[in-house]
């Protein structure tokens, strides 16, 4: 009696492995299944409505969006280091900053079996087919897991979020790729980032979501930095990112004047002329900066005498002078706004 209830107690064992495990893997080869799908796929799902990014998304950068199990290729790709995938799998997603990221945080949507004891990091560039490019930074910190509400494939999804300090500088126009790594190294279980339905992205925040160039990397399931797409529809991942931005100023033209009046204007930031021979209208754009006091200016373009004008500098965090120069403080995460208004002294009828 006692030798039948240890082996049942075995067999126990052995089946609940036989789930986490799976059939197949990346390579076509027997053993843990890369995706949440192959691993689960008959199981029910659960969606919320929900009308916000994740609580753990602030202040938010980014967020690519919201897992959604009731689409037709709702899946997730296996992103964790675990008692079964012992050397690891990472999820390598891309973003590109529309302005200067003070980065504090970071987090993935996860369908997950794991209670992660901590989670790796690292942000990378110049990742390509086969190349892991540069690494930007890197670490091993605590994590912190939130349930989502939703649920697909016989997994419960978390946001796994952490912080960095000190804060990370990623630069706009620079495309990154953002890994975050669940760890718990007793778990006999499983843990996939889920994919994001690209045509809906619920609760998207921040700049474009870049499709179709996020990267898998495990040596246990032989992949090299191989576009994620080799394992199913993985357009995108749910991941977001958590800071404040660098400060941009915008300066603008206001021209009070005969509406024949040739006169053009440079506007300029800190003697840098950003907008060149411009009249009423005419504008820097929004100028990103680093936090603290620069000047915004203008000097005389063609057919204009600074004269024949009173210049007047008005700012929208209420600072403002009858100038044609001023200083102003940025702090992070701030858009100020700043309109020169030059008045014609005397008209001509």
Sequence with gaps: MKRSIALLGALSVLTALAVALGGGSASGAQGPAATARALGGGAPAKSVSSFAPPAACSPCLYYSGDFDPNDANANGLANEKDALVTT?????????PNVTWQVSGLLINTLSGLTPTN?????????????????????STAVTQTPTGRSAFGFTEYTDSIGLSPAVVLNAGTTYWINVTPVCAACANRAFESNVPPGTAA??????????????????????FTNSNCCGVFHLFSFGVVGTSNPT????????????????????IDGVTYAANVGDGGTTGAITVLPGTH?????PGVNANMNNYQARIACS?????????????VVLGEALTCTITNTRKLFKV
């Design 88 to 96: 690891g799998a990472s999820q390598y997603t891309p973003v590109t």
């Design 119 to 139: 989670a790796t990091w690292e942000i990378r560039t110049g990742v390509s087919e086969g190349n892991g490019g540069t690494l930007v930074a890197s670490g």
């Design 203 to 224: 609760n998207h925040v921040g700049p474009a979501n870049v499709l179709d160039l996020s990267f898998f990397n495990s040596a246990f399931f032989g992949v090299n």
């Design 249 to 268: 100023i915008t300066v603008t033209k206001h021209l009070v004047s005969n509406p024949a009046d040739p006169a053009k204007f440079n506007l300029r």
């Design 295 to 299: 000047t915004v200016s203008e000097t």
């Design 317 to 329: 965090d209420g600072s403002a002078a009858y100038a044609t120069s001023m200083q102003v403080t």
